[in-house]
Nanobody
Framework: QVQLVESGGGLVQAGGSLRLSCAAS????????MGWFRQAPGKEREFVAA????????YYADSVKGRFTISRDNAKNTVYLQMNSLKPEDTAVYYC????????????????WGQGTQVTVSS
């Protein structure tokens, strides 16, 4: 069992930056690939970024490539999402998730989810 708690969301102006954190419980955190997803009002939840269990592989949605960076610290049981050059269209609730299989972007293949943290980007 893995429990995930996101933090770091908030209100930021367009062009600004935020860093999201996702703290995981459980001793097997380093065995899981991790992902970030987001859901904007009135839209379906979508993939943002993923990282392998070791951190050696990462994968990004085209909409955030070059602006967002996913990383992890297995010693701290934490995964991060550094978000730069934020745009109003990045406004959403951001969720982290854990995946027992390898790195991936399909939501249904993730096993555990956090409760989400709100990110609002003003224009």
């Amino acid at each position: 069992q893995v429990q995930l708690v996101e933090s770091g969301g908030g209100l930021v102006q367009a062009g600004g930056s935020l860093r999201l954190s996702c703290a995981a419980s459980g001793r097997t955190f380093s065995s899981y690939a991790m992902g970030w997803f987001r859901q904007a009002p009135g839209k379906e939840r979508e993939f943002v970024a993923a990282i392998s269990w070791s951190g050696s592989s990462t994968y990004y949605a085209d909409s955030v490539k070059g602006r967002f960076t996913i990383s992890r610290d297995n010693a701290k049981n934490t995964v991060y999402l550094q978000m730069n050059s934020l745009k109003p269209e990045d406004t959403a609730v951001y969720y982290c998730a854990a995946r027992w299989r390898g790195i991936g972007y399909i939501q249904d293949e993730y096993d555990y989810w956090g409760q989400g943290t709100q990110v609002t980007v003003s224009s």
